[in-house]
Nanobody, 116 residues
Framework: EVQLQASGGGLVQAGGSLRLSCAAS????????IGWFRQAPGKELEGVSA????????YYADSVKGRFAISRNNSRKTVFLQMNSLNPDDTAVYYC?????????WGQGTLVTVSS
């Protein structure tokens, strides 16, 4: 059974930090790029960051560049999203997904709330 378990969300004050984790099982983790997406209330789903499975190359949305850092530990089948200098605009449900070839898996979300 394929599982993507996102965790680490919570309530934090503006300027604070959180680290999200996405733990995977049930598929060949190294072969998949892992991405983080978020959806704020009343807004569309937004791609935040991603990391390739092959060479570890990374992508960041302009809105989070310089504040967020994505990393992966293939032996633990886990991807991390370190989020620093959080602001209220970062408030959203954060989802991770795994994409390999034509296959995409989604995990459940974790809520991040940033208070001003």
């Amino acid at each position: 059974e394929v599982q993507l378990q996102a965790s680490g969300g919570g309530l934090v004050q503006a300027g604070g930090s959180l680290r999200l984790s996405c733990a995977a099982s049930g598929f060949t983790f190294d072969d998949y790029a892992i991405g983080w997406f978020r959806q704020a209330p009343g807004k569309e789903l937004e791609g935040v960051s991603a990391i390739a499975g092959s060479d570890g190359s990374t992508y960041y949305a302009d809105s989070v560049k310089g504040r967020f850092a994505i990393s992966r530990n293939n032996s633990r089948k886990t991807v991390f999203l370190q989020m620093n200098s959080l602001n209220p605009d970062d408030t959203a449900v954060y989802y991770c997904n795994a994409k390999g070839g034509l296959t995409t898996y989604w995990g459940q979300g974790t809520l991040v709330t940033v208070s001003s």
